[in-house]
């Protein structure tokens, strides 16, 4: 019996390209910071170094602390000097990413068909970012981020992914085992690794990211259309 329902968001319910969205997040960030009269190629080269440590991350702190630590020690300056203008930046020039994305009503179908099981719903999106620009993101894609009863981020994680600890502690969280839980995403590695401790899984297509050239017939997949006949075809 399912007692949990899990969404990836980019390239699952947000139509993207992750190579085009990483080198427009960046490209904005250095303007930014230029206009703020930091160095931009230093600021992204030390964003990079922290986001790495990010996705090495073992659950030693959370991902916020971890990215603050290197970052503090690449940049040379603290914490509390210089987030009040990556928030700034969150808030303002990050929203021009949108104009990159799709959009497909059927992500607000398929988050409406899975509540509508009534289980939670969580956003198991990689917990790199804070959580503003997670919730950005999932209203670009035109779905209510009061829909899901948490969305992962690096203040609440301590692990990416594709690491299975990821989806561990997200069952953990919920109080609910891993086969309990059904994980929707659109690559083969950091999504379906869900597969690995037990959760059933559900791949998407119409962004597939499939790096490992993985046999995708090992999963249930389709495309958005498909996911939500399937999420509304479940007996719970």
Known sequence: ?????????????????????????FELL????????????????????????????????????????VFEDAFGASKDDVKSGFDDFYASDFDQIKALCGFTEKANMAVKAAKAHGVPIVLATNPIFPIEAQVKRVQ????????????????NSRYCKPRPEYYIDIANKLGVRPEECL???????????AAQIGMQVFLIT??????????????PHGNAGELVDFL????M
Do not use: H
């Open 183 to 193: 994980m929707i995403g659109n690559d083969t590695s950091d999504d379906m690794t």
């Open 140 to 155: 670009w894609a035109g779905v209510n981020p009061e829909d899901f009863a948490f969305i992962t981020s690096y203040e």
């Open 206 to 219: 119409d962004c597939l990211i499939n790096k490992s050239e993985t046999d995708i017939s090992a999963f």
């Open 30 to 69: 250095a303007k930014y910071n230029a206009r703020s009269g930091n160095d931009p190629k230093r600021v992204v080269d030390c964003v990079w170094k922290g986001t790495v440590a990010m996705l090495k991350n073992k659950g030693e702190d959370t991902n916020e602390n971890v990215f603050w630590r």
């Open 1 to 25: 019996m399912l007692k949990a329902i899990l969404f990836d968001l980019d390239g699952t319910l947000l139509p993207s390209d992750q190579d085009e969205f990483t080198a427009k997040y």
């Open 232 to 235: 509304n075809s479940i007996e």
